[in-house]
């Protein structure tokens, strides 16, 4: 894609799997503890942003500059499918070690309002990885600037 980046498609998987399994799991531990409930939607929004401000931060140090609309658009657009990708996984197991879910999921809603939101999810994983990549590598770059960060190289 670029001279001194490659996507980390592990890396981001990494971050992504991670906060996709410890928010939930941490929701349900303040929820039991305190009766505090976090948002559903946190536990897909937040490690999509994380991990596409991972990979703003990864392309930054690589190419010691922030992504340009079509690099931006094609990081969007891979992180998309690997995200769409892990979330269909982590989905299938809840559904196969929890089946009352998907049949609630099925006869609540129907298949078609059920694509439509996954037609929406997709939307809205692409937009923020579009807009978190730029973000983490122009939040880089400034740090960079200020000399902040260390170099790990």
């Known amino acids: 894609m670029t001279e001194g980046y490659k996507i980390g498609y592990w890396r981001f998987s990494a971050w992504f799997l991670g906060l996709s399994i410890a928010i939930p799991a941490a929701s349900f531990a303040l929820k039991a503890a305190t009766g505090v409930e976090l948002g559903q939607f946190a536990g897909t929004i937040i490690p999509m942003i994380v991990a596409s401000m991972q990979e703003g931060v990864q392309f930054a140090r690589g190419t010691k500059r922030a992504p ?42 129907g298949p078609a309002v059920l694509m439509g939101l996954i037609l929406f999810m997709i939307a809205i994983f692409f937009f923020m990885a579009w807009m978190f990549v730029g973000m983490g590598a122009r939040n880089e770059m400034k740090l960079v600037s200020k000399n902040v960060t260390k170099d790990f190289e």
């Open 68 to 109: 340009g609309g079509k690099e931006r658009f094609l990081m969007a657009r891979m992180l998309t499918c690997i995200a769409i990708a892990w979330t269909s996984v982590l989905v299938f197991v809840t559904v196969l070690f929890a089946p009352q879910i998907g049949a609630v999921l099925m006869s609540t809603l």
